[in-house]
């Protein structure tokens, strides 16, 4: 069994910064593609940043500029700092990655439970 445990979320003023943090735990062989979603009140979930195999990333064009993601593979860590945050950042964020348990099974999608970021304008 594999989890992902957020941390990092809280209130901030508009123009301030935080860093999340998610941790892998459980029976993990290899992580492949780590990365962070947000769910806003009343609307759908949607991609903020993705990390595939720590090469390749994207963002989302609302966070283009402000946010970063980064990993520890060593650490099964994945992190995304959040500058210059706005009033409409505010939402549940939630830590996504695709983790093969053992060496002969397949990716499973797991999800953390998610922390919640606040900016106050």
């Known amino acids: 069994q594999v989890q992902l445990v957020e941390s990092g979320g809280g209130l901030v003023q508009s123009g301030g910064s935080l860093r999340l943090s998610c941790g892998a735990s459980g029976n993990i062989f290899r992580i492949n593609a780590m990365g962070w979603y947000r769910q806003a009140p009343g609307k759908e979930r949607e991609l903020v940043a993705h990390?595939?195999?720590?090469?390749?990333?994207n963002y989302a064009d609302s966070v283009k500029g402000r946010f970063t993601i980064s990993r520890d593979n060593a650490k099964n860590t994945v992190y995304l700092q959040m500058n210059s945050l706005k009033p409409e950042d505010t939402a549940v964020y939630y830590c996504?990655?695709?983790?093969?348990?053992?060496?002969?099974?397949?990716?499973?999608?797991?999800w953390g439970q998610g922390t919640l970021v606040t900016v106050s304008s």
């Open positions: 990390n595939s195999s720590g090469r390749t990333t």
């Open positions: 996504n990655a695709e983790v093969a348990p053992w060496s002969w099974s397949r990716y499973l999608e797991v």
